[in-house]
Structures are given as structure tokens and as C-alpha cells.
């Protein structure tokens, strides 16, 4: 059983920057490719990235991409991501989650095995 506990969330101004971090414990960390998606109020959950378990290989939405960059650290068992240049649209509780030797473009949230509770972003005009 892996637990994901995310933070760094929080209200910035457009054009601001902020940097999430997702801890993983409870299972091998590098077995995991690890996502990040976002749900904005009467939304579905959206794929935003995600980094294969092995590093290396990331994928993005296209909304994102050019802003946003994901990395892990496997010694610390921590995924981040770093969000420049935000936008209002960007608003939404964001989760970080976990697949199991996951193939890095899988943006559907139903193949990830673990998620955490999420943390708020909130980006004002």
C-alpha cells in the first residue's frame, strides 16, 4: 500500500510560480511511474503530467506544456511539480498519484493504483 501526501499549494497571482511536492511511502518509489492531475469544481479530473518510475521520460498536457515541469528525487521518494507562469485556468485541487511501471503517457486516471488527498491551487486575475 503506497501513501501520497502532496503539498505546496496555495493563492498566487497570475504569472506567479509555485512548486508542488508529492511523498511517497510504503512501497518501492522507483517501481512508479508518478502523475499529477487537477479538478477544477464541476470538472473531471484532468491528466496534467506524469515521470516514468525509471526517470528520465515525461509527459505533459498540452495546457501546460512550456510551463510546468516534473522531476523526482527517488532518494527523497518525492515527485514535484514546478508551475510557471500560471493562470486563473489553472485553478484546481491537484493529486498526485501513482501507476505501477506505468507507461509514461498514460494520462487516464482510472490505470493509476494510488492517490493522494490533494492540495488547492488558486490562481487570481
Known amino acids: 500500500q503506497v501513501q501520497l501526501v502532496e503539498s505546496g499549494g496555495g493563492l498566487v497571482q497570475a504569472g506567479g510560480s509555485l512548486r508542488l511536492s508529492c511523498a511517497a511511502s510504503?512501497?518501492?518509489?522507483?517501481?512508479?511511474?508518478m502523475g499529477w492531475f487537477r479538478q477544477a469544481p464541476g470538472k473531471e479530473r484532468q491528466f496534467v503530467a506524469n515521470?516514468?518510475?525509471?526517470?528520465?521520460?515525461?509527459y505533459y498536457a498540452d495546457s501546460v506544456k512550456g510551463r510546468f515541469t516534473i522531476s523526482r528525487d527517488n532518494a527523497k521518494n518525492t515527485v514535484y511539480l514546478q508551475m510557471n507562469s500560471l493562470k486563473p485556468e489553472d485553478t484546481a485541487v491537484y493529486y498526485c498519484a501513482a501507476y505501477l511501471f506505468g507507461v509514461v503517457a498514460t494520462t487516464r486516471p482510472s490505470k493509476y493504483n494510488y492517490w493522494g488527498q490533494g492540495t488547492q491551487v488558486t490562481v487570481s486575475s
Open positions: 510504503g512501497g518501492t518509489f522507483t517501481s512508479y511511474t
Open positions: 515521470i516514468k518510475y525509471s526517470g528520465g521520460s515525461t
